[in-house]
């Protein structure tokens, strides 16, 4: 074999060991993908659709690790239960943290907090009061509440127990809606969280290399040195819908809804206002399914604007007003039934809506009275008052002739008028009208 032929195989052979080499360095260097998504609402459908949908994504992705930053008051059970079954059977491992100092997961989101694989708090974060309330407005007995609190605190024991979490404490989460601050949750034996961290970089930084077991007993060991974080964010349609289940804005969407229609039937024909009403009453009605709503409040508003149209047809001097106003007080105040702060009612939105009401209402109210006392426009009734002008003369013992809005009309007066004298009418009788002396 030539020396030539020799050198060239070398070659090849050197390269192909080159590129395996090099391959299996790029491979070992690759960066792991991680995905950071943020919740910061209410538990409820829309923002169930963007938690389990990003899970799915992190699958198909394979991503080392998810992890959701979660600030919540709590939410419905219906949708918390859906993430939780979606994180159990997902194949990429779900930490939840909250974050940041100040932020909270009470509720519903205490119960992502210990279905999560890795459970994660900020310093100056708190987590727990979850017992469960009605998400109707509808008071529950004493036997419903029971076993509502008893079918919560259940659950809550299973993944504490499958995420080998102190049982004991979850429980009374529920039972006695305990709450927890991040020393306390992370202090316990056994812990409620298993790490405590100040943000993001740093918490990537604490679990790499750290082994978890999943809900189904596999053990996974975390890989998140130097890792790709890529955020995923709500779409426009979730961030939309998500906006609109807050109290205030849907009391807005309520109101607006219900004066656009009002407007509407005040004027007949406008249009723009009933569009606008019509739909904003349709997204207020989304927004009052996810949240926990006081039905007669919702009457108490329905009716005030009702008796605020009713205005407009019986002449009430102002009754009806008073009690459109108080009715939409009233249900205002009792609107939202939730003793948590965040999904309550501000009056920063509450007075000046009802402020707005009761303007339109004077204002109308005076346009109305005002109108009463106008004589009236048409008929002969309408021209009393009215000056016209003698043809003949007129006397007490006999009649004559005026003329008012280009017709002649027969008239009697109980004075002496001579012709081409101007008159007032003062009264109309069949086609005689009685007038006297300017």
């Given at each position: 074999?030539?020396?030539?032929?020799?050198?060239?195989?070398?070659?090849?052979?050197?390269?192909?060991?080159?590129?395996?080499?090099?391959?299996?360095?790029?491979?070992?260097?690759?960066?792991?993908?991680?995905?950071?998504?943020?919740?910061?609402?209410?538990?409820?459908?829309?923002?169930?659709?963007?938690?389990?949908?990003?899970?799915?994504?992190a699958?198909?992705?394979?991503?080392?690790?998810?992890?959701?930053?979660?600030?919540?008051?709590?939410?419905?059970?219906?949708?918390?239960?859906?993430?939780?079954?979606?994180?159990?059977?997902?194949?990429?491992?779900?930490?939840?943290?909250?974050?940041?100092?100040?932020?909270?997961?009470?509720?519903?989101?205490?119960?992502?907090?210990?279905?999560?694989?890795?459970?994660v708090?900020?310093?100056?974060?708190?987590?727990g009061?979850?017992h469960?309330?009605?998400?109707?407005?509808?008071?529950?007995?004493?036997?419903?509440?029971?076993?509502?609190?008893?079918?919560?605190?259940?659950?809550?024991?299973?993944?504490?127990?499958?995420?080998?979490?102190?049982?004991?404490?979850?429980?009374?989460?529920?039972?006695?809606?305990?709450?927890?601050?991040?020393?306390?949750?992370?202090?316990?034996?056994?812990?409620?969280?298993?790490?405590?961290?100040?943000?993001?970089?740093?918490?990537?930084?604490?679990?790499?290399?750290?082994?978890?077991?999943?809900?189904?007993?596999?053990?996974?060991?975390?890989?998140?040195?130097?890792?790709?974080?890529?955020?995923?964010?709500?779409t426009?349609?979730?961030?939309?819908?998500?906006?609109?289940?807050?109290?205030?804005?849907?009391?807005?969407?309520?109101?607006?809804?219900?004066?656009?229609?009002?407007?509407?039937?005040?004027?007949?024909?406008?249009?723009?206002?009933?569009?606008?009403?019509?739909?904003?009453?349709?997204?207020?009605?989304?927004?009052?399914?996810?949240?926990?709503?006081?039905?007669?409040?919702?009457?108490?508003?329905?009716?005030?604007?009702?008796?605020?149209?009713?205005?407009?047809?019986?002449?009430?001097?102002?009754?009806?007003?008073?009690?459109?106003?108080?009715?939409?007080?009233?249900?205002?105040?009792?609107?939202?039934?939730?003793?948590t702060?965040?999904?309550?009612?501000?009056l920063?939105?509450?007075?000046?809506?009802?402020?707005?009401?009761?303007?339109?209402?004077?204002?109308?109210?005076?346009?109305?009275?005002?109108?009463?006392?106008?004589?009236?426009?048409?008929?002969?009734?309408?021209?009393?008052g009215?000056?016209?002008?003698?043809?003949?003369?007129?006397?007490?013992?006999?009649?004559?002739?005026?003329?008012?809005?280009?017709?002649?009309?027969?008239?009697?007066?109980?004075?002496?008028?001579?012709?081409?004298?101007?008159?007032?009418?003062?009264?109309?009788e069949?086609?005689?009208?009685?007038?006297?002396?300017l």
């Amino acid at each position: 074999m030539s020396p030539r032929v020799i050198t060239l195989a070398a070659l090849l052979v050197g390269s192909s060991a080159f590129a395996r080499l090099a391959s299996g360095q790029l491979q070992e260097s690759a960066s792991p993908l991680v995905y950071s998504a943020e919740v910061d609402s209410v538990i409820q459908p829309v923002s169930a659709e963007y938690m389990t949908a990003t899970m799915d994504r992190a699958d198909r992705d394979g991503a080392a690790l998810l992890v959701f930053t979660l600030r919540t008051p709590g939410g419905l059970v219906d949708s918390t239960r859906a993430i939780v079954t979606h994180m159990l059977a997902a194949k990429t491992p779900v930490a939840v943290f909250v974050a940041p100092a100040g932020g909270r997961a009470a509720s519903a989101g205490f119960i992502l907090i210990l279905a999560s694989d890795v459970a994660v708090m900020a310093p100056g974060t708190h987590i727990g009061a979850a017992h469960p309330v009605a998400g109707g407005g509808e008071a529950m007995d004493e036997t419903m509440s029971k076993k509502a609190a008893q079918d919560v605190a259940a659950y809550v024991r299973t993944l504490a127990e499958g995420r080998h979490r102190n049982i004991a404490l979850a429980e009374q989460a529920v039972n006695d809606s305990r709450a927890f601050t991040d020393h306390e949750a992370f202090t316990a034996s056994p812990r409620l969280v298993d790490v405590v961290a100040p943000d993001l970089t740093t918490l990537l930084r604490q679990l790499d290399g750290r082994s978890i077991t999943r809900f189904d007993g596999t053990a996974v060991t975390l890989r998140t040195a130097n890792a790709h974080v890529v955020p995923i964010e709500m779409t426009l349609r979730q961030r939309v819908l998500s906006a609109i289940a807050h109290p205030n804005i849907a009391y807005l969407l309520l109101s607006l809804g219900m004066l656009g229609l009002t407007i509407e039937l005040w004027t007949p024909g406008a249009v723009l206002p009933g569009v606008v009403g019509g739909v904003s009453l349709l997204l207020a009605f989304f927004a009052l399914q996810l949240l926990p709503v006081n039905y007669a409040g919702l009457l108490l508003i329905v009716l005030g604007l009702l008796l605020f149209a009713l205005e407009i047809k019986i002449p009430s001097y102002g009754l009806l007003t008073a009690g459109g106003l108080t009715s939409l007080v009233f249900g205002s105040m009792i609107l939202i039934d939730s003793s948590t702060p965040d999904l309550q009612l501000s009056l920063r939105f509450v007075v000046p809506v009802v402020v707005s009401f009761a303007g339109i209402a004077i204002l109308l109210v005076r346009l109305g009275l005002a109108a009463q006392r106008q004589p009236p426009a048409t008929g002969a009734t309408a021209m009393i008052g009215e000056v016209a002008e003698a043809i003949t003369s007129i006397a007490p013992d006999r009649a004559g002739s005026v003329a008012l809005r280009g017709e002649i009309w027969h008239a009697i007066a109980d004075e002496p008028i001579p012709e081409h004298a101007r008159v007032r009418v003062t009264g109309v009788e069949g086609l005689t009208l009685t007038v006297r002396h300017l």
